[in-house]
């Protein structure tokens, strides 16, 4: 069994934004040389997401209107986690869109459906976080 | 390590089904003769899920009134996504449910407590659609 | 490949509880042995969850008043799934907190960020439920 792990960084230059990280989970997969197996990205911090789905600007636009309905930012003083920060709306968003994606590696490529895109979600930015690319396999 | 792969195709007859899926796992698991790992089953589709959960009517009725409160189909303007199309409460709906289940293969089984149910989850229906099974372990 | 299970068994005092059970699976990927791979842990019930947030009470109230919003409790006749049961909100909440998480072994340890802490979700407490470990790799 082989296995790869890499962290990749980003710094989403607003509190909230979708980063389309499809092509380096790619450039991952090829450096792993792996062939047949399964592909774990997460996020490595509790306010912010991995999921897939559209590469698509309206649905964007719709998923930050919906999140902000379900679980709003403000005001801060909603959450008893804001008491010495004001991020409990970004733990609650992070849930709703999940931690995780795993994902099939089929002759040594993302074993997609046809739309299927990876992002990482960030729900509170502004500064330098990580995902995490494990993959196992042969 | 073994590794097997299938693509399940569901064509769905309404808008919204859920579909007990766990035969066809079963069988997967069989034919591909792993006895011990892990297998995933994902939508391939980002207007679909695959979760598990209750075979039980009721709470099924219960998930659609539920997923229509959190993100009604109805009136299709007020998504952004929906210039083109109208399935933008499909992709939240199928956020909500999750893409995917990651399930343990033990003794050539899937190892499932006692009321897991696996389901396709459909939200934009009426047409072929696929879920991917990959299997890996030994 | 090798590969690793337990289950790990828990009775909630309350209704709805949060129990860090992340020295749980430490322990269990010690006796495992397995230095690569990847770990999974799910509920085994329908109405529980596993979940990776962080430890902080504050937070943790913020869920429970969260998830009742999303999916009350009562009235208890709100919910189809409710004719013998009271418990369809627990499988609603368990929905959105998530079946299970996939997490990377490197080195011999849970590949975490800096705050990941793994977390039972009761929903439907009480009585004694389950958790499943799974450790595939090498």
Known sequence: MKSYRKELWYCASQRRQLINITPQLTECLRESGIRE????CNAMHITASVFINDDEGG?????????????????????????YEDNAD???????????????????????????QVFYGEFDGMRKKRVLVKIIGA
Chains 1, 2, 3 share one sequence.
């Open 59 to 83: 649905l964007h636009q719709d998923f930050e209107q919906w999140l902000e309905q379900l679980a709003p930012e403000k005001p801060y003083s909603r959450y008893r986690h804001n008491s």
């Open 90 to 116: 970004a733990h609650l968003k992070r849930t709703i869109m999940g931690r995780e994606v795993v994902i099939a590696v089929t002759e040594g490529k993302l074993d997609f459906g046809p739309w299927e």
């Open 37 to 40: 197996g399964l592909l774990l």
